[in-house]
Every structure is written in C-alpha cells, then in structure tokens.
C-alpha cells in the first residue's frame, strides 16, 4: 500500500513537473514570437520613412521646373485633399500604405505603426495640412515620425527621418512613464533633437526631459 502511494506521489510530481516545464517554454515561446514581432513591425515602419523620404525627394525635383522647389506635406505625398500633388510619383511602398492606411488628421496609420510629416514655416512653426502657403513654406526641412499604433503589442520605439535622410530611434520611454502610442497622440514636431553639429528650424526647440532622449543612428 506505502509503495503504491510512494509511486502515486512520484507520478504526480513528474506530472506536475511537466506541466510546469510546458508553461515555461509556452511562456518563452510567446515572449520571443512577440519579440520578434515587434522587431518586424519596426523594421516595415522604418522602410515606410525611407520611403516618404524618396517620394519627399521626387516631390522637390519635380516641384523645382514650377519655381517652389520645396518639400511636400503628407496629404501632398499621398495625393489626398485640395493640395494633392500634381508631381511625385510616391511609389509603390507608399502606395500600398495608402490603400491600408487609416487617416486623421496629418496622421496615417497602418494596423502596427502610426506616421506624421512636418513641414515648417520660415518662422519655423509647423505648417497644417490644407494650410499651406507655397511663400511661407521652409523649403528646405521636413521631417517625419512613426510611432507605435499600440505601445508593447504593435511596436515600442519611436523613429525619425528628416530632411538630410538621416533615420534614427529612441526607445519611447521617458521618466514620466508615458509613451508615444495611437493615431490620437503623434509626437510634436519638435520632438527630436539633430544631430550633433546640425540644427532644426523650429521656433519652439524640444523641453524638460525631451532634451535627454537619446536618438540612435538605425
């Protein structure tokens, strides 16, 4: 009888044991399949930005035989609203972004990543969509976000490509615990600090904690 329960006992524990282990590689499993998820999400986004870069450069090509020579607003790249582009052909990364894009405001979003272009004044304040004055228009800055649609199941970090076609990353994490995430918050325009040596137009230069994020070469 005390064997019988010794042996009950012991294929209890290699049964509970076995369940344990399975939950821990189902854990791992899980973790490292969100990883590498979140690792591709972020590398479609970053060929998004290259993308609009190449449409931004095709844009102020075109628009130099017109005498502006200046870059395009989002909605302008992507042909949407009254100053839809009569030049650049945006291509056909951005093309099939479109056709799976959410839009609001002067942000698009994909179902993983969220994009915003800023065009500055010659005062250096961010231009609105539909607000556009070709003689007000810094014709020689843009620069472009993507952000997380869902911060921790979409993507994590924060990207920027600007004028120069310099693409670069911060990890989206601040001493406020608060991140970048969804169509309804777009980073400001003014969010990222250039490059040591440059310069951004901006009458308003990033405060507080921004002045800390650090932005890494992708």
Not at 67 to 89: H, K, P
Request: proline share 4%; hydrophobic share 35%; aromatic share 12%.
């Amino acid at each position: 009888m005390k064997h019988d329960q010794r042996n009950a006992g012991h294929i209890y524990l290699e049964l509970l044991a076995i369940v344990v282990l399975g939950c821990g590689i189902s854990f791992f499993w899980r973790a490292w399949r969100s990883s590498d998820e979140l690792i591709i999400n972020e590398s479609k986004a970053c060929e998004i930005l290259r993308a609009i870069a190449s449409a931004q450069d095709e844009f102020r090509e075109e628009t130099k035989r017109t005498g502006l020579s200046r870059f395009g607003t989002f909605d302008e790249l992507m042909g949407l609203g009254d100053n839809r582009s009569r030049y650049a052909d945006i291509g056909n990364e951005l093309r099939l972004f479109l056709e799976t894009s959410d839009h609001k405001g002067h942000v698009f979003a994909n179902s993983n990543y969220c994009f915003a272009v800023y065009l500055v004044d010659k005062l250096g304040f961010p231009i609105q969509e539909g607000q556009i004055k070709d003689s007000d228009v810094n014709p020689d800055f843009w620069i472009g976000y993507a952000w997380p649609r869902s911060y921790g199941s979409s993507g994590r970090r924060v990207f920027v490509m600007d004028y120069r076609g310099s693409l670069r990353a911060w990890n989206n994490e601040s001493s406020t615990k608060t991140h970048y995430s969804g169509i309804e918050k777009p980073p400001p325009a003014h969010l990222a600090l250039p490059e040591e040596g440059h310069s951004y137009p901006f009458a308003k230069k990033p405060q507080g904690t921004q002045r800390s994020y650090r932005w890494l070469m992708e």
